[in-house]
């Protein structure tokens, strides 16, 4: 039977580890060709884990290469996109899944980690969508699925800068749907609530314990329970939906 995303070529940005790397996976095992991006931050750990990536990927029978590239960079961004064509020809579906965390509240939040949360999780996404287009639109069948969060419309405490981040991508993926559905383009979001993943684990147990009692399904949501509803997004089968963000947050919002 064919698979949903067969010979689809999917990018997917922070593609090493959490929900990205449940992405990637998701992404092979409906068909796709993934491009597994990661940041090189020099010491060799996001790279050894892209690297299992693209194992786990081959030994399922998919294909798929590991691209270093950090979203902030607009140079490093365009020469992603050229070395994603560059090695399967196309482009159909972007995933922007890079982000960080830098909590602190307003009055202990510095410039540079405002700004660095913004950088990558918002204006991360705009250098990536742009560098893409061309390609998504050349496919006839082009998708974006960025992520958003649970903290861009409930607010969380702690979390301004990344707040203010999630909800201007969810602003950013209207604007864009509109721009770009003439060309046969979608282009939706996904906002997760607690997800078990790295940058979650960082939250302190005692505050991350009483934020899970608040979900009425009581416990984080697994990587790969998000990574399906971005596959989802990339089909088909959400051939009539764009400018919208899809909530995965185990009904706490």
């Not at 602003?171 to 996904?190: G, W």
């Not at 989802?232 to 051939?239: E, H, I, M, P, Q």
Request: net charge neutral; aromatic share 4%.
């Amino acid at each position: 039977m064919k698979r949903e995303l067969e010979g689809r070529v999917a990018v997917v940005t922070g593609g090493s580890r959490g929900i990205g790397r449940a992405s990637c996976v998701a992404l092979s095992q409906a068909g796709a060709s993934v491009v597994v991006n990661y940041l090189d931050e020099g010491i060799g750990v996001n790279r050894k884990d892209a690297g299992e990536v693209v194992n786990e990927i081959s030994e399922q029978g998919g294909k798929a290469v590991a691209i270093a590239a950090d979203v902030t960079d607009e140079e490093q961004v365009f020469r992603l996109a050229e070395s994603a064509v560059s090695q399967f020809g196309k482009v159909d579906i972007l995933v922007n899944n890079a982000a960080i965390l830098r909590d602190k509240t307003v009055k202990k939040l510095s410039l540079q980690d405002w700004d660095a949360v913004i950088a990558t999780n918002l204006t991360g996404v705009y250098l990536c969508c742009r560098a893409f287009l061309e390609a998504l639109e050349a496919s006839g069948k082009g998708t974006i699925v960025s992520m958003s969060s649970i903290s861009a419309r409930l607010g969380l405490f702690g979390q301004s800068n990344y707040a203010a981040s999630k909800a201007g991508v969810i602003a950013f993926t209207k604007s864009l749907a509109k721009e770009v559905a003439r060309k046969n383009v979608r282009v939706n979001a996904v906002a997760p609530g607690l997800v078990d993943t790295e940058m979650v684990r960082t939250i302190p147990e005692e505050h991350l314990s009483k934020m899970v009692e608040q979900v009425p399904l009581g416990r984080l949501a697994r990587p790969e329970e998000i990574a399906n509803v971005i596959v989802f997004l990339a089909s088909d089968k959400a051939s009539y939906i764009t400018g919208q963000t899809i909530p995965v947050n185990g009904g706490w919002l």
